[in-house]
Nanobody, 126 residues
Framework: QLVESGGGLVPAGGSLTLSCAASGFYRFDEYAIAWFRQSPGKEREGVACINYGDGRTYYRDSVKGRFTISSDNAKNTVYLQMNSLEPEDTAVYYC????????????????????WGQGTQVTVSS
């Protein structure tokens, strides 16, 4: 099970931290967790990803330097720190769990993620 939290309404330039708490899984060092987002009329897109085992991270270009993905392995929780938010970041944010390691060439493809959370709304006002 994956449970997201931390969404909300912020003004442009503001910050939010999203959390994704995972439970019921036992081989975290083999997994990857990613954040995706989807806004009305658009396809779901990968935002950031982290491999639990080696800590390697991946980001979509538009969030590099603004967003940071991290994990607290003791809590089985992945965070997405979002700074300098823009109205274009408005979306429902989902975390997904890949039962294997993610790679730079494919981490952003949602078909590789087996489990998903329910989503949390992030709204950035202009």
């Amino acid at each position: 099970q994956l449970v997201e939290s931390g969404g909300g309404l912020v003004p442009a330039g503001g910050s939010l931290t999203l959390s994704c708490a995972a439970s019921g899984f036992y081989r975290f060092d083999e997994y990857a967790i990613a954040w995706f987002r989807q806004s009305p009329g658009k396809e779901r897109e990968g935002v950031a990803c982290i491999n639990y085992g080696d800590g390697r991270t991946y980001y979509r270009d538009s969030v590099k330097g603004r967003f940071t993905i991290s994990s607290d392995n003791a809590k089985n929780t992945v965070y997405l720190q979002m700074n300098s938010l823009e109205p274009e970041d408005t979306a429902v944010y989902y975390c997904g769990l890949d039962l294997g390691k993610a790679y730079g060439s494919s981490w952003f493809r949602d078909e590789f993620y087996t489990y998903w959370g329910q989503g949390t709304q992030v709204t950035v006002s202009s």
